[in-house]
């Protein structure tokens, strides 16, 4: 069972059991750690009301408890796996990417790492000109470097002024429509790549497999932006 698949299963449990008694909910979580901290909350208040709020609890009751408990301890399992997954890939995934013999190596390199090892579905290195930005590299292939211009990048211009990573949205951060056909989704995250304090990259990465981007998820991309930026740095210094 995946992490999606998890938080699928956890909202389904919730709904179950909160809507014959009654209780309230706001809406379905959308990470492992909402859905952890929805399922603790929802058992909290069925255990402080005595499930059936007469003190009485049916079998039915208890079983369907019993069977929450059980997925949250799962859900924990897996967070913590995880976590340690991604810091065990992050670090294999540098030191495979030391090894690149050219620039355009290590490119080609960080776009397989962001997927093979890190779980993006598609990712992107794209070098920022002055009217646009050139899409050098891919996991899926390009052929041929594809020039975006910047006037319509409402979240690369973003990522760009405050050198930070950001996350596309339907409001004040649209996707650009260039970016979303090579990333195939609405929903993506652009970092940037600084090399002697000049940011002259962007990464660009997103998910096709029905996940959303989450917290963690700009974590990781932080982290591997960051230290792509040193080899980045290295290796034009080198050449």
């Known amino acids: 069972m995946n992490t999606c698949e998890m938080v699928a299963k956890l909202n389904e449990i919730d709904k179950a059991l909160c809507g014959p008694l009654g209780i309230h909910r706001s809406h379905d979580a959308e990470t492992l750690d909402e859905a952890i901290a929805m399922s603790e909350g929802t058992t909290g208040r069925l255990l402080a009301r005595g499930v059936r709020g007469d003190g009485a609890a ?14 949250q301890a799962d859900a924990r399992e897996m967070r913590t796996s995880g976590r340690t997954d991604v810091v065990r890939s992050l670090t294999e995934g540098i030191r495979r990417m030391k090894k690149a013999g050219s620039l355009q190596g290590l490119g080609r390199q960080a776009c397989n790492e962001l997927c093979d090892a890190l779980g993006f579905d598609r990712a992107l290195i794209s070098f920022v000109e002055d009217e646009a930005f050139v899409v050098e590299e891919s996991n899926l292939g390009l052929g041929s470097p594809r020039v975006i211009p910047r006037v319509d990048c409402v979240p690369e211009r973003e990522c760009v002024l405050l050198h930070d990573t950001i996350c596309t949205n339907d409001s004040d951060r649209p996707a650009t429509l260039e970016f979303r056909a090579l990333l195939g989704s609405d929903h993506y995250l652009v970092a940037p790549v600084i090399a002697e304090s000049r940011l002259v990259a962007l990464l660009h990465v997103s998910r096709d497999s029905g996940c959303d981007i989450s917290v963690e998820d700009i ?18 210094n080198t050449e």
């Open 58 to 71: 049916s079998t039915a009751d208890l079983r369907a408890i019993a069977s929450y408990l059980r997925a």
């Open 219 to 236: 974590d990781v991309l932080d982290t591997f932006a960051s230290a792509y930026s040193l080899l980045h740095e290295r290796m034009v």
